[in-house]
């Protein structure tokens, strides 16, 4: 990883491209988050890559000055991945929305957890479609009407955290779009933790699905006394889902990252000369 410097602010992180999302939307605090946490990092623009998949939230490459790569949709952590095995040097942060990382792309999480390459994946979640106008997501809660549940959705709702903690993913917390100051620290936090880093944002969507009071009411921050290294505690505190937590649940340094794996595997390689393997069919 480069050497940090000094002279950077969260405005040298805004690109040109002004954000298209409707007025209020939780993901302009979201975006907020990431220009001060990037800036707090003092890294160059020029090393880091912010990548998306679809929806309204994965629009959010445009508006980042860094490198960006929208991708496909529920394919993000894939192409992140990807990146970071080729590129370790480089900081690598994937967004995406809750329908997008939680329904079609909801088996890489699983790989991504396993893997533990050092990426940082940020959820914006507004339990909802938001870009197709309004259809229920994963993490719609049960018996949400909708034009696409007209009689309510009869689903369980999806928990992220309890789902990221039963999956070991090594880096858990939760952030909540009116707390940029709060969710900054914890974008920090899972970009400088080596290793798979999990920030699910709570993040309204006040067109289709409007939590911003409910959620500003409920949430409060993890109890003083939570050790976050405790992973059963954690889970006992993401299974509160009326009054969510807000902070780290649960963070693991030890752990070995694929990256760095390779990386070694790689230079105990031993040199390979492919003219002499290719002789053999000659
Ligand atoms: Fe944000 Fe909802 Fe508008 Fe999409 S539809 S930009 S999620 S407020």
């Known amino acids: 990883m480069a050497q940090p410097i000094v002279t950077l602010t ?10 298209t999302w409707c ?45 960006g790569f929208h991708s496909v949709h ?20 994937t967004v995406g929305g809750d ?48 034009k696409s549940t ?25 952030g909540f779009s009116s707390k940029p100051k709060d969710l900054a620290a914890l974008i920090e936090q899972g970009i400088q933790h080596k290793g798979f880093s999990f920030i699910h944002a709570l993040s309204p969507c006040p067109t289709f699905h409007n939590t911003m009071d409910v959620w500003k009411a409920n949430v409060q921050p ?16 993401a299974l509160e889902t009326e009054k969510p937590y807000i902070g780290v649940f649960y963070h693991d340094e030890e752990r070995q990252t694929m990256d760095q794996a390779a990386h070694h595997l790689v230079q105990q390689a031993k040199p390979f000369d492919l003219d002499k393997y290719m002789s053999r069919y000659a």
């Open 150 to 174: 007209p009689y309510g959705l009869l689903a369980s709702q999806f928990n992220p955290i309890a789902t990221a903690l039963s999956l070991n993913v090594s880096f858990v917390a939760r």
């Open 23 to 67: 007025p209020g939307c939780g993901d302009f605090g979201v975006l907020n988050a990431t220009y001060t946490a990037l800036a707090s990092l003092k890294r160059p623009v020029d090393e880091t890559v912010v990548v998306s998949g679809i929806g309204c939230s994965s629009r959010f490459p445009h508006f980042v000055s860094t490198y």
């Open 10 to 19: 969260p405005k040298d992180f805004k690109s040109e491209v002004k954000p």
């Open 222 to 237: 993890l109890p003083t006394d939570h050790d976050p290294s405790q992973r059963f505690k954690a889970m006992e505190l």
């Open 99 to 146: 329908g997008d990382m939680f329904s079609i792309g909801a088996g890489h999480l699983l790989h991504a957890a396993l893997r533990n390459i050092d990426i940082t994946l940020v959820v914006m979640d507004n339990e909802i479609y938001g870009l197709t106008k309004g259809q229920t997501s994963p993490t719609s809660p049960t018996g949400h009407t909708t």
């Open 74 to 93: 529920g394919r993000a952590l894939p192409v992140a991945q990807g990146m970071k095995m080729a590129r370790p040097d480089l900081t690598i942060v």
